[in-house]
């Protein structure tokens, strides 16, 4: 795996506020906005039962496998439904003006977890990247490992989604380790930590709490 870090510098905030989905996925939305020079790590928290949809999932679908009694809400990123109840979320925003920026999207996905494998094996968690994607059928991120995941005995521990705007990289992933306090993983991503709290208030883009937006068909 590979062994250097991947950026100078990283602000980190630590999100200790447990949120709902909407505001969770509305921040890092307005993170990517907020970029400056510097890449970002947030790990975050969810208030209640929360599933996540990728951009172009359906939530009939999601709704089959972990029911109505789960709240659910549609991300800005691609890949999977994930159930939030149970595992370590964190998201990287990495400014446009990087060179890590113009990798291609299986590289970067590469890289990133690349450095997620060697914090967790540091914390005694045996995993490996896998190396190509499964045959499996389901629309649930941690049933249908992809290229580049974290698998643990051949099951999937870790995922991820992205997107690319003009500022940059949004990279949100979710690890089935807990407890794991994601900010370690800044160490591996970064020579230089900075740890760093936004002020958010009034600021947020409040489609995520949107029906229209969450029950969209792609």
């Not at 941690?142 to 690319?164: H, M, N, S």
């Amino acid at each position: 795996m590979d062994g250097g870090v991947l950026f100078q510098k990283l602000l980190v905030w630590r999100d200790s506020q447990a949120r709902s989905g909407p505001e969770n996925m509305a921040i890092d939305e307005w993170l990517m906005t907020q970029l400056g020079e510097v890449p970002i790590l947030r790990q975050y928290q969810w208030s209640g039962a929360w599933v996540s949809l990728g951009y172009f999932q359906s939530l009939r679908a999601a709704k089959m496998i972990f029911g109505s009694d789960s709240e659910y809400v549609r991300r800005w990123t691609g890949g999977g439904v994930v159930d939030h109840r149970d595992d370590a979320t964190y998201s990287l925003m990495i400014p446009r003006s990087w060179q890590f920026a113009s990798i291609g999207g299986s590289e970067s996905y590469r890289q990133i977890h690349a450095a997620l494998a060697r914090c967790l094996l540091d914390r005694g968690h045996s995993c490996e990247l896998a190396s190509r994607d499964s045959a499996r059928n389901s629309v649930a991120c941690f049933e249908k490992p992809v290229e580049w995941d974290l698998l643990c005995q051949g099951e999937k521990i870790a995922g991820a989604g992205q997107r690319r705007t003009r500022q940059g990289i949004l990279h949100q992933g979710s690890v089935a380790v807990k407890p794991l306090d994601l900010t370690e993983l800044a160490g591996y991503l970064a020579k230089e930590v900075i740890d760093w709290t936004p002020e958010i208030e009034g600021k947020l883009n409040p489609r995520y709490e949107s029906v229209a937006w969450t029950d969209r068909v792609l």
